[in-house]
């Protein structure tokens, strides 16, 4: 009895341990390709990244477009382009790790690569934020205001998203990057708008509408639309709320 109950703690032990040393292979899922050239710019880091981000120029606000934990700008490109078509100028910025950019994705680290692109941008500008960028984009804003803030399927915070995504596991003991979006959305001086999929299984529409309560938000739902559903990548109602926020 007793060599079962220990061979059961050391199994507990060793989950734990390999789940503290990976965690952040579950939460962040770039695509490391390299993107096609178009129009590329270079950001610099504070720590001395050189990040490749796409620039699109010629408008009087640019919107910067921080993405999800997936993939790479290259999927951000309609929405890049239907934002440009409206006269927007965009920058579409991709993470250390992402799209073949140098570096390995923290919390601390994507907050870096923000304020590298914020510093590229002259004059007014709106954050996007997409599912984690939104959390990314909120903590840019408390320090580098924007003239609008256009959150796209926010969390309250990543414990709240992971414990909902993974229920069987003990996230907020074992998560190392926390991104408290909710906590500081509130602390944001900008116009904040909340957009979100009525259908939505990796973010709980509750945890977008507790975000949009917490900073006194306009709400665009989309009916029916699940997280990666192409209409809430470059839909028209992702595009007109943007649009309105200018």
Do not use: C
């Not at 109950?5 to 939460?27: M, Y």
């Not at 010629?58 to 921080?66: D, I, K, N, R």
């Not at 945890?207 to 990666?228: C, I, M, Q, T, W």
Request: charged fraction near 20%; glycine fraction near 8%; proline fraction near 7%.
């Amino acid at each position: 009895m007793l060599r079962a109950a220990l061979v059961i703690l050391t199994v507990v032990v060793v989950l734990f341990a390999l789940l503290w040393a990976f965690q952040r292979s579950l939460i962040y899922l770039p695509d490391s390709r390299p993107v096609p050239a178009a129009r590329d710019v270079t950001l610099t880091t504070a720590d001395g990244l050189e990040l490749k981000a796409w620039h699109w120029p010629g408008g009087e606000v640019t919107v910067l477009v921080a993405g999800g934990n997936a993939g790479n700008r290259s999927y951000r490109l309609p929405l890049a382009e239907a934002l440009a078509a409206r006269g927007f100028s965009v920058l579409l910025m991709d993470y250390r790790g992402y799209g073949g950019n140098p570096g390995t994705p923290t919390e601390e680290g994507l907050l870096m690569d923000a304020r590298a692109a914020r510093a590229f941008v002259k004059g007014r500008v709106v954050y996007f934020g997409e599912s984690l960028g939104a959390a990314v984009v909120t903590a840019l804003a408390l320090t580098h205001p924007p003239e609008a803030l256009v959150l796209r399927s926010p969390f309250t915070s990543l414990a709240d998203a992971g414990q909902h995504n993974y229920p069987f596991l003990p996230v907020r003991l074992l998560l190392r990057d926390r991104f408290p979006l909710a906590q500081q959305v509130r602390e944001v001086r900008a116009p904040v708008t909340v957009v979100y999929g009525t259908h939505d299984t990796i973010v709980p529409p509750e945890l977008s509408l507790e975000v949009a309560r917490a900073a006194g938000a306009r709400v665009v739902a989309v009916d029916g639309a699940g997280h990666n559903d192409r209409v809430l990548l470059d839909g028209p109602q992702v595009i007109e709320a943007v649009t309105d926020a200018r």
